[in-house]
C-alpha cells in the first residue's frame, strides 16, 4: 500500500481474555469497528494497545493479527519500540516482513536516556528497516522531550523518518512541532483532547485511543475542518469534547476499554495491575456517550 497518513489514526487498544491472553474475536471486532468509523489508518501495539504489559511473543502476534484482519483496508501503523535498540530492531524486521505500512518507534523507557542516546537508538532502528518511520516523542513514559530541530535532523539523515506523534501534552511544543517541521515531517499530534486545535493548526492529523469508541465523530471534525469549514468543525468538537474530557479524568486505557465495552465491541478489563475504570466515571463516560448519539441522531 502506499503511504501517506493523514487525517484520524485509531491507536488501537488490545482486548483480553478471561485468562489474560489476547483475545482474538475481541482484536478483530475492534479493529472493525474503528475502520467502520471511517478512520484513515489503525495502530498495532501502541501505548492504548498496552503494548508495555505485553510479551515480546505477544507483541509479534498482536502486530500479525491486526495486518492480516485489517487486510488492506487502511494502513496498518505498528509500533515496534522497546527498551534495547536489538530488541526494537527485532520487532521492527518482523512487523516490515508482516506487511506493516509505517513503523512507529518510542524510545527506550523506564532508565531515561539523553538526547544523545536515544537519537543513536533510532539510527541504528532506521538503518535496518526500509519502512517509513513515524518518531513517537512521549517524554513522560521516556524522559527524552524531542525539538524540532532533532527531529528535521534525523528526517535529513533517513528520508524513510516521514512522521511524527506528540504525545508531549505540551501545546507549544506541539505547535512547533507543526509549524516548524511543514514540508519536512508530518506531524500527528496524539493527545486526543488538542484534537480540534491541533487540525485548525494544520498537523497532518491526530492519533487517537478514543478513536477505538468515538472514531465517526473524530473523522467528523477532521472532515469539516479539511474542507475549510472550520465553524462546523468546531461545533463537532463541542458535542465530542464533554466525552474526551471524562475518558482523560481518569486512567485513559481503562477509559478506551469501558467504552468499548459500552458500544458492545469488547471487554473492558485492562491487563493487571492496571486498574478498571470506577464505577462513578463508568457512569458519567455511558451518560456522555449517550447525549453524544442523541446529538448525532
Not at 478513536?211 to 462546523?232: K, M, S
Request: aromatic share 6%; proline share 6%.
Amino acid at each position: 500500500m502506499t503511504t501517506d497518513l493523514h487525517g484520524v489514526l485509531s491507536a488501537l487498544a488490545t482486548p483480553f481474555a478471561a485468562d489474560d491472553s489476547i483475545d482474538i474475536p475481541a482484536l478483530h471486532r475492534v479493529i472493525d469497528h474503528s475502520i467502520d468509523g471511517g478512520v484513515h489508518a489503525v495502530v498495532a501495539g501502541g501505548s492504548t494497545g498496552e503494548f508495555a504489559s505485553l510479551l515480546p511473543d505477544e507483541r509479534l502476534r498482536l502486530v500479525d493479527e491486526v495486518i492480516s484482519h485489517t487486510n488492506g483496508r487502511v494502513p496498518v501503523i505498528a509500533q515496534t519500540g522497546a527498551t534495547t535498540s536489538a530488541e526494537a530492531i527485532r520487532h521492527s524486521r518482523a512487523a516490515q516482513a508482516s506487511g506493516a505500512d509505517v513503523l512507529m518507534v518510542v524510545t527506550p523507557y523506564y532508565e531515561p536516556l539523553g538526547v544523545g542516546p536515544a537519537v543513536d537508538y533510532l539510527r541504528r532502528v532506521a538503518d535496518a528497516v526500509d519502512l517509513p518511520i513515524m518518531l513517537y516523542n512521549i517524554p513522560a513514559a521516556t524522559g527524552v522531550h524531542f525539538d524540532v530541530d532533532t527531529v528535521g535532523a534525523l528526517a535529513e539523515e533517513f528520508p524513510h523518518i516521514r512522521y511524527l506523534k506528540d504525545s508531549s501534552a505540551d501545546w507549544e511544543r506541539g505547535l512547533q512541532f507543526i509549524h516548524g517541521l511543514r514540508g519536512r515531517i508530518s506531524t500527528f499530534i496524539g493527545w486526543d483532547v488538542y484534537a480540534c486545535s491541533a487540525l485548525i493548526e494544520g498537523a497532518a492529523g491526530i492519533m487517537a485511543g478514543s478513536a477505538n469508541v468515538v472514531a465517526p465523530q473524530l473523522v467528523a471534525v477532521h472532515d469539516a475542518i479539511a474542507t475549510g469549514d472550520v465553524e462546523r468543525g468546531r461545533q463537532l468538537w463541542q458535542r465530542l469534547y464533554p466525552v474526551l474530557a471524562i475518558m482523560f479524568s481518569d486512567d485513559f486505557v481503562s477509559a478506551v476499554k469501558t467504552g468499548l465495552e459500552l458500544r458492545g465491541v469488547a471487554p473492558s478489563t485492562p491487563r493487571h495491575p492496571l486498574p478498571v475504570l470506577p464505577e462513578d466515571v463508568r457512569a458519567r463516560l455511558a451518560q456522555a456517550l449517550e447525549e453524544l448519539d442523541a446529538a448525532d441522531a
